[in-house]
């Protein structure tokens, strides 16, 4: 295993820069499109309209990106592609906040605190069980938890891409599950809902038709990430001989005790404004129609900005108590300074968006998923297999379509009847698709975050790339697909409830 992974990283770094690589993608997906196109590849399916929620029958048809309107739209989207490319938003509006408390030193002396509080033995499953809770909050934990994991363990001396990868797998490949409901649950049962009405109007799934195999899954392949980390990654990876040094772990200094202690302050009055904006009935942060605070609420829709100020109101109140800044034009110019160190990411990104839209504009992945969708749909066999296909089935697609509601838009309308008609549960079928649709999030290049992760690492190993981060990842995900399949099929052999009734 360690040779195997050594190869890989030592193969996965030889390739050119990120940017270059997509740049060949685009070319490889433009030839693709004019071929396809040429032999006229189509597929007709029924899919779910996530806004009316009715099931509609479409015929997509691969584009080429060399056709008239291909070349028009190589031409004219560009920037649009870039501004509507969410990922970039997220980043800039996120490090506003955790620049500042970075660069104040709160989240070095919060990685100390946690290491002085947190017991060695379980520290591992701290940082994962942290990384799979974050989801509820967004993509928060791959800008926040990812960097502050692999500071932590470099904190403790041990490996710090070793907390980047236990981190990163909490967030990304144990993705789709969580300890809570979260805002995806709801999108995804609705749909699931629309599916279910082809065959049967009476029944339905619930919000929480899958919470005891989420929480199940979450606790499982949380341990799972854990033993990865400690028995397979750190040991591959060795000890740390990097450039940046282990900081001593002394006591805190009085001026970080009190910038702490300001922190709790700037805590609890953020805390108290957020309850004001949201608590009380007819409140601005609920929805303005039915009131919620979880479906459809600016309190969900807005957790990146709310993210972003609670940690900007926490980094100034440190860096004022502990003496580390001085005024506001001292945490603007952190928050500059953190900018200008994600040059070379934006760029990156901006090469990312030109993929992602040229790649949509083709249709290729939308023909292809629908067309396998209809292959599988007349293969005869058992229960116990048409769920490990389908579970294989859609991480092979996660490479290439990386929505976890996209996905399920062109899935449910096929696979709810058809498991359904063999005497199937629903919600079988969508804890299925959870599985299927995380284990590969850590390895596909679609993955936007994936750039960011060698970022990250790039701080401790100067030469890190692409293929350091998919070798530390890989593990996971292969480990990860084999036990939660096999977890997903006993339970369903032993018709174990999925949620509640």
Same mark, same amino acid.
């Given at each position: 295993?360690?040779?195997?992974?050594?190869?890989?990283?030592?193969?996965?770094?030889?390739?050119?820069?990120?940017?270059?690589?997509?740049?060949?993608?685009?070319?490889?997906?433009?030839?693709?499109?004019?071929?396809?196109?040429?032999?006229?590849?189509?597929?007709? +399916?029924?899919?779910?309209?996530?806004?009316?929620?009715?099931?509609?029958?479409?015929?997509?048809?691969?584009?080429?990106?060399?056709?008239?309107?291909?070349?028009?739209?190589?031409?004219?989207?560009?920037?649009?592609?870039?501004?509507?490319?969410?990922?970039?938003?997220?980043?800039?509006?996120?490090?506003?906040?955790?620049?500042?408390?970075?660069?104040?030193?709160?989240?070095?002396?919060?990685?100390?605190?946690?290491?002085?509080?947190?017991?060695?033995?379980?520290?591992?499953?701290?940082?994962?069980?942290?990384?799979?809770?974050?989801?509820?909050?967004?993509?928060?934990?791959?800008?926040?938890?990812?960097?502050?994991?692999?500071?932590?363990?470099? !904190?403790?001396?041990?490996?710090?891409?070793?907390?980047?990868?236990?981190?990163?797998?909490?967030?990304?490949?144990?993705?789709?599950?969580?300890?809570?409901?979260?805002?995806?649950?709801?999108?995804?049962?609705?749909?699931?809902?629309?599916?279910?009405?082809?065959?049967?109007?009476?029944?339905?799934?619930?919000?929480?038709?899958?919470? #005891?195999?989420?929480?199940?899954?979450?606790?499982?392949?949380?341990?799972?990430?854990?033993?990865?980390?400690?028995?397979?990654?750190?040991?591959?990876?060795?000890?740390?001989?990097?450039?940046?040094?282990?900081?001593?772990?002394?006591?805190?200094?009085?001026?970080?005790?009190?910038?702490?202690?300001?922190?709790?302050?700037?805590?609890?009055? +953020?805390?108290?404004?957020?309850?004001?904006?949201?608590?009380?009935?007819?409140?601005?942060?609920?929805?303005?129609?039915?009131?919620?605070?979880? !479906?459809? !609420?600016?309190?969900?829709?807005?957790?990146?900005?709310?993210?972003?100020?609670?940690?900007?109101?926490?980094?100034?109140? #440190?860096?004022?108590?502990?003496?580390?800044?001085?005024?506001?034009?001292?945490?603007?110019?952190?928050?500059?300074?953190?900018?200008?160190?994600?040059?070379?990411?934006?760029?990156?990104?901006?090469?990312?968006?030109?993929?992602?839209?040229?790649?949509?504009?083709?249709?290729?992945?939308?023909?292809?998923?629908?067309?396998?969708?209809?292959?599988?749909?007349?293969?005869?066999?058992?229960?116990?297999?048409?769920?490990?296909?389908?579970?294989?089935?859609?991480?092979?697609?996660?490479?290439?379509?990386?929505?976890?509601?996209?996905?399920?838009?062109?899935?449910?309308?096929?696979?709810?009847?058809?498991?359904?008609?063999?005497?199937?549960?629903?919600?079988?079928?969508?804890?299925?698709?959870?599985?299927?649709?995380?284990?590969?999030?850590?390895?596909?290049?679609?993955?936007?975050?994936?750039?960011?992760?060698?970022?990250?690492?790039?701080?401790?190993?100067?030469?890190?790339?692409?293929?350091?981060?998919? !070798?530390?990842?890989?593990? +996971?995900?292969?480990?990860?697909?084999?036990?939660?399949?096999?977890?997903?099929?006993?339970?369903?052999?032993?018709?174990?409830?999925?949620?509640?009734?």
């Amino acid at each position: 295993m360690d040779q195997f992974l050594a190869t890989i990283e030592r193969v996965g770094n030889k390739v050119p820069h990120p940017a270059v690589i997509f740049f060949i993608l685009i070319g490889i997906v433009i030839l693709l499109s004019v071929v396809l196109a040429f032999f006229g590849w189509s597929a007709t +399916y029924e899919a779910i309209d996530p806004a009316t929620h009715s099931v509609v029958t479409r015929t997509t048809t691969v584009r080429s990106l060399l056709s008239a309107d291909g070349i028009r739209f190589l031409f004219t989207s560009i920037v649009p592609n870039f501004q509507n490319f969410g990922a970039v938003g997220v980043i800039i509006v996120a490090m506003v906040g955790v620049g500042v408390a970075e660069e104040s030193g709160l989240i070095a002396t919060l990685v100390r605190k946690v290491v002085e509080l947190a017991p060695r033995s379980v520290f591992t499953f701290i940082i994962v069980m942290l990384g799979v809770v974050s989801s509820i909050a967004a993509d928060a934990g791959y800008l926040v938890l990812v960097p502050l994991g692999a500071a932590a363990f470099h !904190s403790l001396g041990r490996h710090p891409l070793a907390g980047l990868a236990a981190a990163f797998s909490g967030v990304a490949a144990v993705f789709l599950v969580n300890l809570f409901v979260t805002p995806t649950d709801g999108l995804l049962a609705e749909m699931t809902n629309d599916a279910i009405r082809l065959v049967d109007p009476s029944r339905e799934v619930t919000l929480v038709g899958n919470l #005891y195999f989420m929480i199940a899954s979450s606790i499982l392949m949380g341990l799972a990430c854990t033993i990865i980390t400690d028995k397979i990654i750190e040991p591959h990876l060795g000890p740390y001989e990097g450039e940046v040094p282990v900081e001593a772990q002394a006591a805190l200094t009085p001026s970080q005790s009190r910038g702490l202690r300001w922190t709790g302050w700037g805590l609890l009055g +953020y805390v108290v404004v957020v309850g004001l904006l949201l608590v009380p009935p007819g409140a601005p942060l609920r929805h303005p129609e039915t009131g919620e605070i979880l !479906s459809g !609420s600016p309190f969900m829709s807005g957790l990146i900005v709310q993210i972003s100020a609670l940690f900007f109101t926490l980094g100034f109140c #440190y860096g004022k108590g502990s003496g580390t800044i001085k005024d506001l034009t001292a945490a603007i110019n952190m928050v500059v300074k953190t900018f200008a160190g994600m040059a070379g990411l934006i760029f990156l990104l901006l090469v990312i968006a030109q993929f992602v839209a040229f790649f949509s504009f083709t249709n290729i992945a939308t023909v292809l998923a629908a067309n396998l969708a209809d292959f599988l749909e007349t293969v005869p066999l058992g229960m116990t297999s048409y769920i490990i296909i389908f579970v294989l089935v859609i991480m092979l697609l996660d490479l290439l379509i990386t929505g976890a509601v996209a996905k399920w838009a062109i899935f449910a309308p096929v696979f709810i009847p058809l498991f359904m008609r063999l005497g199937g549960d629903p919600n079988m079928v969508l804890a299925a698709y959870r599985v299927g649709d995380s284990p590969a999030n850590v390895i596909t290049p679609l993955n936007v975050y994936l750039g960011v992760m060698v970022g990250f690492a790039a701080k401790y190993q100067k030469d890190a790339g692409i293929g350091t981060v998919v !070798s530390l990842m890989l593990p +996971y995900t292969v480990i990860l697909t084999v036990l939660w399949t096999a977890l997903l099929v006993v339970w369903a052999l032993l018709g174990l409830p999925l949620g509640p009734a």
